[in-house]
């Protein structure tokens, strides 16, 4: 299958500091991603759709000055937590879109984030 | 909204029987795909078979296939041979034809007793 990278896979960060996790499409162009978080124990929550070159579209309920996309270009999307607390600790893993006799999504590795 | 359920929190098998996931959906559109990925305790979401709604034949992926019943919005997973890698948690997904967004169920937790 294709290959999405993210990167880092594990990041711990101070109260009211930013993070940011880079996905990237290895071997396609997506020009699709999707940002998702998951809770333990839980299943994946989409929290908002990454377009290259155009701004992201939010799920209900996410706040987007605190969860900030940027989909640069077409391998890359970037997820900015801005001024975190500790209830932003979680998994956050993406996804692109790939066109292959219709679409199908691959998923990075994931990144786990502590926020202490 | 579509939705997707997953009524079998836990399952378990004995390696090289064969299980099957349950999974039903909801939703109005006639274009769209459905998946089930696997996600073992690293986490990474792995892909184990897609269905295409307009295809009427059902997938299949070596010892993986999939029991699509359109009308009824059904979308079981069969795993036959089972072995003790299958041990992961599995989720049934929807994908919108027309805004490409995943939606998921609750995930059932798979165990292969040897």
């Known amino acids: 299958g294709a290959v999405v990278s993210q990167h880092p896979s594990r990041v711990i960060c101070k109260s009211g500091t930013s993070v940011k996790i880079e996905c990237r499409s290895l071997?396609?162009?997506?020009?699709?991603m999707f940002w998702y978080r998951q809770f333990p124990k839980q299943s994946l929550m989409l929290m908002a759709t990454?377009?290259?070159?155009?701004?992201?579209?939010?799920e209900q309920g996410v706040e987007k000055d605190k969860f900030l996309i940027n989909h640069a270009s077409l391998t890359l999307s970037t997820l900015t937590v801005t001024s975190a607390h500790p209830e932003d600790s979680s998994f956050y893993i993406c996804?692109?879109?790939?066109?292959?006799?219709?679409?199908?999504?691959?998923f990075g590795e994931g990144s786990w984030l502590t926020v202490v | 909204a579509q939705t997707v359920t997953q009524s079998q929190p836990e399952m378990s098998v004995q390696e090289a029987e064969t299980v099957t996931l349950s999974c039903t959906y909801d939703?109005?559109?006639?274009?769209?795909?459905l998946f089930w990925y696997k996600q073992p305790p690293s986490r990474q979401m792995i892909l184990v078979i897609r269905?295409?709604?307009?295809?009427?034949q059902n997938a299949t992926e070596n010892r993986f296939s999939v029991n699509f019943q359109k009308a009824a919005k059904s979308f079981s997973l069969k795993i036959s041979d089972s072995q003790l890698g299958d041990t992961a948690m599995y989720f049934c997904?929807?994908?919108?034809?027309?805004?490409?967004?995943?939606?998921f169920g609750t995930g059932t937790r798979l165990q292969v007793f040897p």
């Open positions: 996804s692109a879109l790939m066109w292959v006799e219709g679409n199908t999504i691959y």
């Open positions: 990454s377009n290259e070159g155009s701004k992201a579209t939010y």
């Open positions: 071997d396609f162009q997506a020009t699709t």
């Open positions: 997904a929807f994908m919108s034809g027309e805004t490409d967004k995943l939606i």
């Open positions: 269905q295409e709604a307009y295809k009427q």
């Open positions: 939703t109005s559109e006639n274009n769209y795909y």
